[in-house]
């Protein structure tokens, strides 16, 4: 899978906030793991990419 990345495989801890929504990061390129902050907007990856 071409510029996909594992970012970590163990679990994460994070703390959330009531009301707020959150996106998973299916690539591994977030900076804000494992949550989306639209690293991959910068590469060609589409979402066929992860779910062949």
Known sequence: MRGLKIANKTPYEAELEGGR?????????????????DSHSATDLEDDDIYR
């Open 21 to 37: 929504k959150y996106a998973w990061c299916c690539y591994g390129l977030s900076a804000m793991q494992p949550f989306c902050d």
